[in-house]
């Protein structure tokens, strides 16, 4: 049986238990209305669960989802885990030796002594007779419902919908365990006062028909308890120590090396997953759903030995295309190579859910042809130390809002704001022809913004402030750059130095604008009124037409033609002769 068939069996079996858990819960939390509520939700709640397909699916469920959760320790080949594993599984333990008692006493004196049970039955047995298990099942309630709240935490932590439902279900998660216990104690409370009447509690004794039954039923629910907590026991130290037989075969074995990008290499048997080995050699590695292959976070670059490797199943494959990876990535929690390899993981250890969600290819680094703007400030500086910083700060930020919302709405990404300059890219997530068009309409609209913003100032300047603009297009690289929240989708590349240095340019030939003859050809935009000019840029060994744009507000940007020609030449470029 795969892993993935073991997981959703796990998952689905414990989901049937936490549906009889959370209905259970309800029916306590009647007890804070009185002991007739209790008892007519009880009849509900019987009606659905205590028939032979209900009980047949829940203690079925109960069987799989523990045989399971064993399989799944069995499987791992490290301890080491998240605190919230931890805590789920040190829950689950502990659920053996506190609620058998409770369960063998409720439903096994029903099906085996023909006790006629009810919660004054169990309210009597708990606060009258054995009130010191009252304890136990207190702690029975939150440890069973803690289990089962990460269970369901883990899996649905990486829906789009559980961050904002989140607050909510957490709310719901606290209050329905706290409800059933108010419940449980006010009536229990009651019932105590009630039964200091003798003819009372023998009346209520004769109902639950429990006759000379009641020795009989100790002497089960005592010794089949016993047996649970011995074969728990018996159980879980079986498994520990075929783990450690099975990790002392492993070291003595054929071993192949993982090798990691500062250096680190670990030795581990053939077969051990990528994730497991950085677990084990107690290497930080990101992995958000634990390593059941959900999340993708946990992803590596293969450096070396891509060859080698066995081939991605299909599970790995549909989370790998999710994410946009290349053939070189693969997932570190189901990547068990046989050979020597080399991996660099692709997310640091402390990666947030958003990293697994579905995302663009271009996220993960691609060629691709857009059009790159950048504009400046011109005499920012001057302005700047004739005035107090406050004033130098809320200028600068009604420039950043107005360059920022003209690039927005023409359609591009702004990438980044640089002292007080501006670079933005158009096309990422269309097309050039697009991007191009995209590019002119901001620049217009950046430059409308600037006269909107000097008219905004206008006593507080000595002059209008002025910008320049350079837009280029062409070949880039494109993608996700940077470390920790400094990360963000950028491009770098030839084109992305030619827009900047043709802004740079705006000065020498004293206009706002200065657009490449691609940026023009691309958009099927008209810039013949405007003066063409061959010139040579920096870092370039051929010259390059572009058009000067005194006022880029006058840049076409209302009507462009709907679609460029599918067909079009690459930049036209000159070679300047020499002087």
């Given amino acids: 049986m795969g892993s993935d068939w073991a997981r959703k069996l796990r998952l689905g079996s414990g989901l049937v238990l936490f549906a009889f858990v959370a209905t259970h819960f309800i029916n306590h939390a009647l007890g804070n209305i009185s002991l007739a509520a209790m008892e007519a939700g009880a009849e509900v709640f019987l009606a659905v669960w205590r028939n032979w397909p209900a009980t047949i699916l829940l203690y079925g469920a109960g069987g799989i989802h523990i045989i399971m959760s064993l399989v799944a320790l069995w499987q791992r080949r490290t301890l080491r885990m998240s605190r919230a594993e931890g805590l789920q599984i040190f829950l689950a333990l502990a659920i053996p030796f506190l609620l058998p008692a409770h369960i063998l006493a409720t439903r096994g004196g029903h099906e085996f002594f023909g006790i006629h049970g009810s919660y004054l039955f169990e309210i009597l047995s708990v606060w009258v007779f054995l009130p010191q298990f009252g304890w136990v099942l207190a702690i029975s309630v939150l440890v069973v419902w803690g289990h089962g709240c990460i269970g369901m935490h883990h899996w649905l932590r990486l829906r789009p919908w559980y961050g904002a439902a989140?607050?909510?279900?957490?709310?719901l998660a606290l209050l329905l365990p706290g409800l059933a216990l108010t419940g449980f104690t006010g009536v229990g409370k009651q019932v105590a006062i009630w039964a200091q009447d003798k003819a009372w509690l023998n009346e209520a004794m004769a109902s639950f028909k429990i006759g000379d039954n009641m020795d009989d039923l100790l002497a089960f629910v005592y010794d089949t308890t016993d047996y649970v907590v011995l074969s728990t026991l018996v159980i879980v130290a079986l498994l520990l120590l075929g783990r450690w037989l099975r990790s002392l075969l492993a070291r003595r074995g054929h071993r192949i090396t993982i090798a990691y990008p500062d250096g680190h290499e670990v030795a581990v048997e053939p077969g051990l997953s990528v994730?497991?080995?950085?677990?084990?050699?107690?290497?930080?590695?990101?992995?958000?759903?634990?390593?059941?292959?959900?999340?993708?976070?946990?992803?590596?670059?293969?450096?070396?030995?891509?060859?080698?490797?066995p081939p991605a199943n299909g599970d790995e494959l549909k989370v790998l295309a999710r994410v946009g990876a290349p053939d070189s990535v693969r997932l570190a929690c189901q990547l068990r190579p046989t050979a020597d390899v080399t991996v660099m993981p692709l997310l640091p250890p402390n990666v947030s859910l958003q990293s697994g969600e579905t995302r663009p290819n271009y996220l993960q680094g691609s060629e691709r042809e857009i059009a790159v703007l950048f504009a400046d400030l011109r005499a920012f500086t001057k302005f700047s130390e004739s005035k107090l910083p406050y004033d130098v700060v809320f200028a600068l930020n009604q420039y950043f809002r107005g360059m920022g919302q003209a690039v927005e709405s023409a359609g591009g990404h702004l990438d980044k704001f640089i002292g007080d300059g501006v670079m933005a890219l158009f096309g990422v997530e269309s097309d050039l022809e697009t991007g191009c068009r995209q590019a002119l309409a901001a620049a217009a609209a950046m430059a409308e913004a600037l006269e909107h913003l000097n008219h905004q100032?206008?006593?507080?300047?000595?002059?209008?402030?002025?910008?320049?603009?350079?837009?280029?297009?062409?070949?880039?690289?494109?993608?996700?750059?940077?470390?920790?929240?400094?990360?963000?989708?950028t491009a770098i590349g030839d084109t992305v130095n030619t827009a900047s240095r043709l802004e740079a340019?705006?000065?020498?030939?004293?206009?706002?604008?200065?657009?490449?003859?691609?940026?023009?050809?691309?958009?099927?935009?008209?810039?013949?009124?405007?003066?063409?000019?061959?010139?040579?840029?920096?870092?370039?060994?051929?010259?390059?037409?572009?058009?000067?744009v005194p006022d880029a507000r006058s840049l076409p940007h209302r009507e462009v033609r709907a679609a460029a020609p599918k067909q079009r030449r690459r930049q036209r470029v000159r070679v300047k002769a020499p002087s």
């Fill in 166 to 171: 989140r607050p909510w279900l957490l709310a």
């Fill in 275 to 309: 994730l497991d080995a950085s677990r084990l050699a107690g290497i930080a590695h990101a992995s958000v759903c634990g390593g059941h292959g959900r999340c993708s976070t946990c992803r590596v670059r293969i450096a070396a030995g891509l060859a080698d490797l």
């Fill in 457 to 489: 100032l206008r006593h507080d300047l000595d002059e209008p402030l002025r910008m320049g603009i350079g837009v280029h297009a062409g070949a880039t690289i494109v993608g996700e750059m940077g470390y920790g929240a400094a990360t963000s989708v």
């Fill in 505 to 548: 340019m705006t000065k020498e030939f004293t206009v706002q604008a200065i657009v490449s003859d691609y940026v023009a050809e691309c958009a099927a935009a008209d810039l013949g009124a405007f003066e063409a000019r061959e010139v040579t840029v920096r870092g370039r060994a051929e010259t390059m037409k572009v058009y000067l």
